[in-house]
């Protein structure tokens, strides 16, 4: 619906957890919210963010209350992503709720294959 607002409309596509990369991939950007709520799908969440990411790729993730899976995300996502949290005042204050946490995800190298 925010098409209008860019010189190309970017591509979007629907991504199922686990499911071979789309031949698009790696992306410039993935935008992900709310993820961490069913522990048996972190690793396959985990190897799908791997999967569609690049070297340039950027990964944006948020979270508000439902995280009870956060603490087994975080670990494996720091084996193969740089991870910083974003603070609030980087965030338009429409969106810089302090029950809603933030993160920047950049692959890093040799994040691509498994440990």
Do not use: M
Request: with cysteine.
């Amino acid at each position: 619906s925010n098409a209008h607002a860019w010189s190309e409309a970017p591509a979007t596509c629907a991504l199922a957890w686990g499911a071979p990369p789309p031949r698009s991939a790696p992306f410039d950007l993935v935008v992900g919210t709310d993820l961490f709520y069913a522990r048996e799908a972190i690793g396959l969440l985990v190897d799908t963010l791997v999967s569609i990411s690049g070297p340039a790729t950027v990964v944006w993730l948020a979270a508000g209350r439902n995280r009870q899976a956060a603490e087994e995300f975080w670990p494996l996502a720091e084996k193969r992503f740089s991870v910083e949290s974003v603070p609030l005042v980087e965030l338009d204050p429409v969106f810089n709720l302090e029950a809603v946490g933030v993160w920047r995800l950049r692959l890093r190298a040799g994040g691509a294959e498994h440990e």
